[in-house]
């Protein structure tokens, strides 16, 4: 069973930078397509950025283009999303999720396209 465990939350000024981690267990992680989903009190959970299996590709959603990077190391498990230049509109709990199936690509774009959903991490960006 996919099991996905967020940490590096917390509360940051605005215009400061967090850099989240995801470590994977019970699956093959090099072999599957990664996400990062938010969702903020009252707003639709979004699609942050996705990565390919090899890191080869990468997808963002527009407002964090330019200011957020996702990659990850295969050798141990881990995805990382660096945020910069946050604003307070970021604030959200933040999910790491695997695709369903390995090799995904195109990158999927809607949540039921994912899986593995845990507590997440709250990050808080204040003005």
């Known amino acids: 069973q996919v099991q996905l465990s967020e940490s590096g939350g917390g509360l940051v000024q605005a215009g400061g930078s967090l850099t989240l981690s995801c470590a994977a267990s019970?699956?093959?992680?090099?072999?599957?397509?990664m996400g990062w989903f938010r969702q903020a009190p009252g707003k639709e959970r979004e699609l942050v950025a996705s990565?390919?299996?090899?890191?080869?590709?990468?997808e963002y959603t527009d407002s964090v283009k330019g200011r957020f990077t996702v990659s990850r190391d295969n050798t141990k498990n881990l995805m990382y999303l660096q945020m910069n230049s946050l604003r307070p509109e970021d604030s959200a709990v933040y999910y790491c999720?695997?695709?369903?199936?390995?090799?995904?690509?195109?990158?999927?774009?809607?949540?039921?396209?994912?899986?593995?959903w845990g507590q997440g991490t709250q990050v808080t960006v204040f003005s």
């Open positions: 990565i390919t299996w090899n890191g080869n590709s990468v």
């Open positions: 999720v695997s695709t369903r199936g390995q090799y995904r690509y195109p990158l999927p774009r809607i949540r039921d396209e994912y899986d593995g």
């Open positions: 019970g699956f093959s992680f090099s072999s599957y397509s």
